[in-house]
């Protein structure tokens, strides 16, 4: 089966070791993960965590739920390259003695949309956002003049579709409610099964 | 506000409000504290020391399943909870309710390698439904109160919570919520009334149903429904391992077990029947036998309480994401009353086929060794399947699942998933703290009563009654016969010189007799009913005998072989 780069999201409640639940998830398959990164949403004590990694269309629903089985997990799903917008930021340390005489490194900041974050003595630093290729290039580009030090964070993505997370708290508001009457009339509290039938 | 009192009396303070009656453990110094104040409670609940902590976890598995409570066990930091982590895992993969509270080293302590210190919640993540560590004794009671929800809901399973001993000697007040809220878990998937539909849509068309019956059937209390839906439909029922004991086996649709030893029938119409309903089970390789050739033919309707079991080995054609229970409850009254009598019978002439050609040879034969079949068969006559019958794992497991006829729920504990040598006498030991009016049988190998034959010890000092069967064949059966099948009889490691059972027994008070003729074995089986407290009866039985039928490994269900 043919694999490809997916996009993992996942939202979770923000416990310790959560980290360490997730990659086991994914380590007790063989999976690598290419990056990983969390923080919290815009909902405040949910955390979203995207992962990104290429795999098989069947392994990526086995891992999504999987991960979905978490207690502390609240909602994961995977998307497809085109189903997020996405970036990595880039940050290059860039030894100033081959800066000198030359005005190469400028046009690249300015062709490539990068910034310059700090201008030292003896270095420079640039960041840049964009896709991993991109980031890639101007690393490339800089080489010639010394990069110091190169640094690239994970993936951070947003979803192309209107379903946010506010909408998702409140189906799992709503399955929560359905779950307890399950529960209630499996314990034998009510014979009513009208209400979760 | 909440009385004033130190974690550990807060843990046992839980533990009374969760109506815990019974713990299996074992102290030491992290976990002491809690001891201390047990000792104030002894009236309610009652403590067993068992001789090893590996023992404690499966008697606690075993307790749950039985007792229908959630079984909770005791271990200290370090060894002591590393002790517990086969049990654990053990329980988690046959999705077993357990509450397991292990002690840790003072958190200023933590990831100093202390004296003792293990990294518990590291070590458990894997094999647990959930764990936590405590670090502040005002979080002991939540805790608790959500392990047992946790542990019993939805999926059952595991959860370990690890207390500081610095949290257990801490004040707090304590309040105790029951099943508190947790916004990310919802057990009970709601309904999806469309795949109930187009469930009973295969079902009434099916000329060719079959129904695989899973541990989810006992688990999830649905025992009598299931019995009314396949009575209702006429559907063939076979069962997993984990399944067996929840349908009668004496009843006319019951058509034996699944898998790699299972019956000859209801694998090899796995690759016939048209529509295949699973019901709380998870098509687990020793059931599928070679993947890309299982149920091809069938329409397959999986009803299924854990999402990420759904299309995880096999691909469905509907998935009902429910309580196995809830499901039927839905699905019932939507199924047509219906007659299979034809593809019935096709099941009671390959039935005859495995009766002559095995069966008979392995439970009533004239000459030869006493075999395993044999004792069980007299074993299940002779309680008329009114035992609960605990095996170890290997050839006397197959043999007690094959041969023991099971007309109770709950009737059959063993270690499916995982496959724990050893699970059998602290299994039994635990079961025999709950069942009083039925015998509990220990049906064990000579290898996996030496894996945690120190429980004996537990045994005399709890006055319990264990019917303590060993079929010995000095050899490690079940890897003996792969060896005689596969590796050109090359038997490494599998022979094994056994002690004086008998002589063990007596040493902790357990009455105890050993067999080797024929003639004697009727008598012996009774003579150790009729004892009064437990007994061990050693039964010397064929050396090389195998069990048959059998999927090799990487055939097809249909490619079942019975000798």
Redo the contacts between chains.
């Keep these: 089966m043919e694999k490809q780069q997916y996009t993992i999201i996942i939202f ?2 923000n416990h ?2 959560l980290l ?2 997730v990659s ?1 998830v994914f380590t ?1 398959r063989h999976l690598n993960i290419d990056s990983i990164t969390a923080s919290e949403s815009e909902v405040k004590g949910v955390y979203r965590y995207t992962i990104v990694l290429v795999t098989t269309q069947k392994q990526i ?2 891992v999504v ?2 991960l ?2 978490l ?4 909602r994961a799903s995977y998307y497809l390259e085109e189903e997020v917008i996405h970036q990595e930021i880039a940050l290059y340390k860039v030894d100033s003695a081959g800066l000198a005489n030359s005005n190469e490194v400028e046009k690249l900041v300015r062709y490539n949309n990068a910034r310059i974050l700090a201008i030292e003595k003896d270095y420079i630093v640039i960041e840049k956002t964009g896709y991993k290729a991109e980031t890639q290039e101007l690393f490339e580009k800089l080489e010639p003049f010394g990069v110091l030090q190169f640094v690239r964070s994970g993936r951070v993505a947003l979803t192309k579709q209107r379903k946010e997370l506010t909408s998702y708290l409140k189906e ?1 508001e709503k ?2 409610e ?3 009457k ?2 209630e ?2 314990l034998n509290k009510t014979d009513d ?1 009208a209400m ?2 | 506000m909440g009385i004033k009192m130190r974690g550990s009396m807060a843990v046992i303070q839980s533990l009374l409000a969760e109506h815990v009656d019974t713990i299996f453990g074992y102290p030491g110094g992290a976990i002491m504290p809690i001891y201390d104040d047990l000792l104030q409670h002894e009236d309610k609940i009652h403590h067993i020391l068992v001789r090893h902590e590996q023992g404690a976890a499966h008697a606690t598995q075993a307790y749950s399943q039985v007792s229908g409570k959630v079984g909770v066990c005791f271990g200290t930091s370090g060894p002591g909870a590393t002790n517990l982590i086969t049990g654990i895992a053990n329980a988690q993969i046959d999705s077993v309710p357990m509450v397991v509270i292990t002690a840790q080293v003072p958190s200023p302590l933590i990831g100093t390698d202390a004296f003792q210190e293990t990294d518990v919640v590291g070590l458990t993540m894997p094999i647990t439904k959930w764990n936590v560590q405590i670090t502040d004794a005002e979080d002991i009671p939540e805790a608790i109160a959500k392990a047992f929800y946790i542990a019993v809901s939805g999926r059952p399973g595991v959860v370990v919570i690890d207390i500081t001993k610095d949290a257990l000697l801490n004040q707090l007040e304590f309040e105790y919520e029951k099943a508190p809220k947790i916004r990310s878990y919802f057990p009970y998937p709601a309904i999806n009334m469309q795949s109930i539909d187009a469930a009973a849509e295969l079902i009434n068309k099916s000329k060719k149903p079959l129904v695989l019956l899973g541990h989810g059937v006992l688990i999830g209390k649905a025992e009598n429904l299931f019995r009314e839906f396949v009575e209702k439909a006429e559907i063939p029922v076979a069962s997993t391992l984990l399944g067996l004991s929840a349908f009668p086996s004496s009843h006319k649709l019951f058509v034996g077990m699944l898998g790699m030893h299972g019956n000859y029938a209801p694998n090899i119409k796995t690759n016939e029947a048209d529509v295949i309903i699973a019901i709380g089970m998870r098509f687990d390789d020793r059931v599928t036998g070679r993947i890309a050739d299982y149920a091809r033919q069938a329409k397959i309707i999986h009803i299924e309480i854990d999402k990420s079991e759904i299309n995880k080995n096999i691909e469905v054609n509907v998935a009902v994401h429910a309580d196995v229970k809830t499901a039927l409850t839905a699905l019932l009254p939507k199924i047509q009353a219906n007659a299979h009598s034809s593809w019935l019978n096709e099941f009671k002439e390959l039935e005859a086929i495995e009766i002559e050609k095995v069966i008979k040879k392995e439970c009533t034969p004239e000459s030869g060794k006493i075999r395993q079949g044999e004792v069980v068969h007299l074993l299940s006559e002779k309680t008329k399947g009114h035992a609960i019958l605990v095996t170890d794992v290997g050839q006397n497991q197959m043999m007690g699942a094959r041969y023991f006829k099971f007309e109770n729920p709950n009737s059959l504990i063993t270690s499916g998933g995982l496959g724990t040598m050893g699970f059998g006498l602290p299994a039994a030991m635990g079961v025999s703290v709950v069942v009083k009016d039925r015998p509990v049988i220990a049906f064990l190998g000579d290898g996996g009563i030496q894996m945690t034959i120190q429980e004996l010890g537990t045994i005399m000092q709890e006055n319990l009654a264990v019917k303590i069967v060993v079929v010995n064949n000095n050899f490690l059966g079940m890897v003996r016969q792969w060896q005689d099948m596969f590796m050109s009889k090359r038997y490494a490691a599998t022979h094994m010189v056994t002690p004086d059972f008998i002589k063990i027994a007596e040493g902790y008070n357990i009455k105890g007799r050993k067999v080797e003729k024929r003639e004697e074995l009727s008598a012996a089986i009774d003579e150790m009913f009729a004892t009064e407290g437990s007994f061990l009866l050693e039964v010397m039985v064929e050396k090389e005998g195998n069990v048959f039928p059998m999927i090799t490994p990487g055939a097809s269900v249909s490619e079942i072989v019975l000798e």
Excluded: F, H, M, Y
């Design positions: 979770t409640e310790i070791g360490n639940r086991i007790r629903e086995k739920s999987q979905e089985k207690v502390e997990v609240l799992i399955a929560s359905k779950s307890d399950i529960r009339w499996k099964t979760w039938l």
